[in-house]
Structures are given as structure tokens and as C-alpha cells.
């Protein structure tokens, strides 16, 4: 497992994503409140750029006629036909145990950490007074 | 909409040809894509004089902004179904032109499709060689399920097949396709794998009620079988996903043709909607052979 470099901490604001292209596998890196997390942009279901889907929260409900939503920014929903993954665990909605997107461990790293690497950075100019995302696989 | 279908430039999902060209006809390799316009809606209008203006229209607009443009894709003949002598001339004008392959009538008219009053438009579209498409989407005005309004879209998606069977049982029991035994129907964005069971209980009942229908002469799935084109979208997804080619055995994989409904948000990928394979025989009906054979491109 090789370590990515990604992106710098401040260039995927809470909320945002970024995808990304690492060992010709295209990559969604998503900042959800602070963490990041990364998934595969494709989605087990028909194969759509999951990542390119709408980050939403989850709607829960104990009884008809109530609602609550929860998770708020914490869902992806495929821009194809709607189903919803977990961010952080690549599990989906329906089904969590048997249909999951492909996720990614993700960790941020001080510039000066990765100044001994070993690392690959292949778009993002690493210095030593920057944080920086960095996923493995 | 499926969400990546909006143009950047502004527009509606499906408005842009290069976009179009590049998410589903290059992108499949489509040799033709079979336009079915959904909005306007000439063919539901209440105002009949406009509702055949807005027709004609439109389908100028898909031959001259859309076929000219783009020889792969291939126009319908939209027409207002209660103003029979304005669909005929219609159909009519549109015979002849290679541009145009399939009239498009909406599915939940005021009556069932199969009632006499329509029997001139379908009549029409036989004699002129155009093939009927029934694409499900909008209301008349009547619930669109049998037990009333529904609440939620989760209900009304599924009611597609619910019309459907309406439409099926009505072409068949009324006698059309005895009447017009040439009548060519595609069912579109309805599924398909409930037409099995609709089969075997029109058979059973014909076994009891013949007597009520006399005009028909053959079991009402042999109909079926002769007149009746399914298309795939959106395709049912069984737990088992071989229960699927079973389905297909059930219906003849002569009658299947692969559809996509792009751009909208139910569309289904030709790569992975089918969660079995295929036999290439079969695979090559489904995505080639049936649709030149019933829209005549041979």
C-alpha cells in the first residue's frame, strides 16, 4: 500500500470534494466537518461517477408522518439513480453489509512528515509548512 | 434528471446534442437512438385544436433541429389522440419520411387505447408502416392507479406497470389486433416482468369468459406474442438475478428491446443493467436485432 498525496488541507473545505486520479483509479476525497475520507467514483449499482452525486444527510423516521434528518453532509447520493453510501464508510443505505463503494483509509500529514517520505506525490507540490490529505492504497 | 445530464451551459438535461452524443450515442456506440419527447405534451392536450398544432410543431422540431443534425437519432410522430382526423393527417404527413419511425401516443388517454374511437389513429399509423410507442410519464387526469392517487413518487413509479397491464388487456380484449393484425406495439418505460402474469391470467379467463368476447380468435397471449414489443427500462432487479433470463424465455427474447430513458434520473446503462449475463444470441436480439426488425431500419 503506497501513500498518495492528494491535496492540501485548505483546498477541500468542510462540505466539498475533490476527485482525484490515483494509480488509474479516479477517486472522490471528501471533507466531511474537518475528517476527510475517500471513496471510489463509481457506483456498484450501474457504475455512475458516484462522487460527482450530491452530498446530503440521511432522513430518518420511527413512524409514518415523522421525519428527522440526521447525518447532515454525511450521505452521497449517486447522481444516476439516487442510491445513498455513507461517506465515511462507503456503505449504502439499502443494503449495508453486501453493497458498499469501495473507501479509502485517508490521513492528514504535516509537509514536514512527508519530507521523508516515502510518498507519492503526483499533482500537488509538497512543502514543508503545509497539511496535506493523503490516501492510501 | 440524472444529474450529470445537465449541459454546463444552461438548458434541460437532454437539450444539448454534443452532451448527448458523448453520454449515450458515442458512448454506447447507439446506431439509433429513438427520440420520445416528453414535454409539451400535444398528445394529452384538452384543447384539441392546439394540442394538434403543438404536435405538428414539435415534430417538425425533432426532424429539423434533431434528425438533420444528427442522422442517428430518429424522430416520433406525437399526436393529439382525441382529435382523430388531426392525428391521421398527421401520421399521414410524416409517412415516408425516414426521419420519423414510430407514432407516439400518450398512455393514459381518456379511455383505454383499445376503445373503437381510436381505432382510426392506430389504424392509420399500421397502414402507413409506423409501429405504435406507448411511453408512460404525466397523467390525463384520471389517478394514475387503480386505487386512486398516490402519494409519494415511490407510488407512482410503479404504477407504470399498472398501466401497462391496463393498456395490454385493453388492446387485446377489444379485439384490435384482430382488427389491425398488422399493429406493431412497443410498451416503453413500463418494464417488463410482470407481462408474463398478466398473460397467463388473460388465458385463463378466455378459457371461462371467451364466450363474452367472441371477436377473438386466438388466446390472449398469442396477441401478445404477435403484436406486443416490450422495452427494458426501467428493468426489474430480482433478488436472483437469473430469474431475469427466465423472464425474458417467458416473453420470447424476440420482443425485447434494450431502452435507456436517458437523460432522466431511472435511466439504465446497456454495460450493467442486466445483472446476468447474457447469452450473445439473446444479447444481440436485445440490443440490435428486435428494434431494427420493429421499427423497420433493416
Redesign the interface.
Request: glycine fraction near 24%; avoid cysteine; aromatic fraction near 8%.
Given at each position: 500500500m503506497a501513500r498518495h498525496v492528494v491535496a492540501t488541507v485548505g483546498e477541500i473545505t468542510p462540505g466539498r470534494s475533490k476527485i482525484v486520479t490515483v494509480a488509474g483509479r479516479e477517486i472522490g476525497v471528501f471533507n466531511v466537518a474537518d475528517a476527510f475520507y475517500a471513496l471510489v467514483n463509481r457506483c456498484p449499482?450501474?457504475?455512475?461517477?458516484l462522487c460527482?452525486?450530491?452530498v446530503v444527510g440521511r432522513f430518518e423516521s420511527d413512524r409514518p408522518g415523522d421525519y428527522r434528518l440526521t447525518r447532515h453532509g454525511e450521505m452521497l447520493r449517486c447522481?444516476?439513480?439516487?442510491w445513498e453510501f455513507d461517506i465515511k464508510t462507503g456503505e449504502s443505505w439499502c443494503h449495508p453489509d453486501s453493497v458498499k463503494a469501495r473507501s479509502y483509509p485517508v490521513t492528514v500529514v504535516p509537509g514536514k512528515a512527508l519530507a521523508k517520505g516515502p510518498f507519492v506525490a503526483e499533482t500537488v507540490q509538497v512543502t514543508i509548512e503545509q497539511d496535506y490529505v493523503v490516501v492510501e492504497l | 434528471m440524472r444529474m450529470d445530464a445537465w449541459p454546463k451551459d444552461g438548458g434541460h438535461p437532454g437539450s444539448d446534442l454534443a452532451l448527448m452524443r458523448e453520454q449515450l450515442l458515442d458512448a454506447f456506440d447507439v446506431s439509433y437512438g429513438m427520440m420520445m419527447p416528453l414535454l409539451g405534451r400535444g398528445g394529452d392536450e384538452r384543447n384539441v385544436e392546439f394540442g394538434a398544432a403543438l404536435c405538428s410543431a414539435a415534430n417538425d422540431w425533432e426532424a429539423q433541429v434533431w434528425c438533420d443534425a444528427e442522422p442517428r437519432l430518429k424522430a416520433a410522430i406525437q399526436v393529439t389522440t382525441e382529435y382523430t382526423e388531426a392525428a391521421i393527417k398527421e401520421i399521414e404527413k410524416r409517412a415516408g419520411d425516414r426521419r420519423f419511425t414510430h407514432v407516439m401516443i400518450p398512455p393514459r388517454g381518456l379511455e383505454p387505447l383499445g376503445r373503437r374511437r381510436y381505432w382510426p389513429i392506430l389504424e392509420a399509423a399500421a397502414a402507413n408502416g409506423f409501429p405504435i410507442a406507448l411511453h408512460l410519464g404525466g397523467t390525463s387526469g384520471h389517478p394514475s392507479t387503480g386505487g386512486g392517487w398516490p402519494s409519494f413518487y415511490h407510488e407512482e413509479h410503479p404504477s407504470y406497470p399498472q398501466s401497462k397491464e391496463a393498456l395490454v388487456t385493453s388492446l387485446v380484449v377489444e379485439g384490435v389486433f384482430e382488427h389491425i393484425p398488422n399493429l406493431r406495439v412497443a410498451l416503453v418505460e413500463g418494464g417488463f416482468a410482470w407481462l408474463p402474469s398478466l398473460c397467463w391470467r388473460l388465458d385463463k379467463h378466455y378459457k371461462r369468459l371467451r364466450e363474452e368476447v367472441p371477436h377473438l380468435k386466438m388466446l390472449p397471449s398469442e396477441y401478445v406474442r404477435r403484436n406486443i414489443w416490450v422495452t427494458t427500462q426501467p428493468i426489474e432487479e430480482p433478488e436472483r438475478p437469473d430469474d431475469l433470463l427466465a423472464t425474458c424465455e417467458w416473453i420470447g427474447w424476440d420482443r425485447i428491446m434494450f431502452s435507456t430513458d436517458y437523460p432522466h434520473w431511472d435511466q439504465d446503462d446497456p454495460r450493467y443493467a442486466f445483472k446476468v449475463r447474457v447469452p450473445e444470441r439473446e444479447k444481440q436480439m436485445l440490443f440490435r436485432d428486435n428494434a431494427l426488425a420493429f421499427y423497420t431500419l433493416g
Open positions: 449499482h450501474e457504475g455512475a461517477a460527482l452525486g450530491a447522481p444516476w439513480h439516487g | -
